[in-house]
């Protein structure tokens, strides 16, 4: 099931300024692992084109928890899309955090929007 943040604004400076996401991967099943893809993007310029800028497959183990860290200090906006591959209970949240490491922005599974499909990167 994939599912976007859409586009975040991250205010060039100041206090409210992001440098990094942390992306937090919970499966909720005692039994079952999940298949996770994340695609980060940053939109900057004047015409704020869209730019990959990570992209991690990875599998969480039962009762598990990962997670996972992307610059996007440079981004004018910044977007998270995830795809998990399961039909147990998995749950997703994006923190936005300050260079010092501070809790900026939380963005909860409940928040995010759903796509029919993840953005296809260029190779």
């Known amino acids: 099931m994939p599912f976007t943040t859409g586009s975040v ?9 992001v440098d990094r996401i942390r992306v937090a991967c919970l499966n909720d099943s005692i039994l079952t692992p999940i298949n996770i893809n ?8 004047n015409s704020l084109t869209r730019f990959p800028v990570g992209e991690a497959l990875f599998q969480v183990d039962p009762q598990q928890l990962v997670v996972q860290t ?3 200090n440079i981004a004018d906006y910044y977007e998270v899309q995830i795809n998990f591959y399961s039909a147990v209970n998995t ?9 010092a ?8 599974q409940s928040e995010l929007t759903y796509i029919d499909r993840l953005t296809i990167i260029p190779t």
């Open 38 to 45: 994340l695609q980060i993007f940053h939109f900057r310029g």
């Open 9 to 17: 604004y991250n205010p060039p400076a100041g206090l409210n300024h």
């Open 101 to 108: 490491g501070n809790l900026l922005e939380r963005i909860l």
């Open 91 to 99: 749950i997703i949240n994006v923190f936005a955090l300050d260079a």
């Open 70 to 72: 992307f610059s996007v």
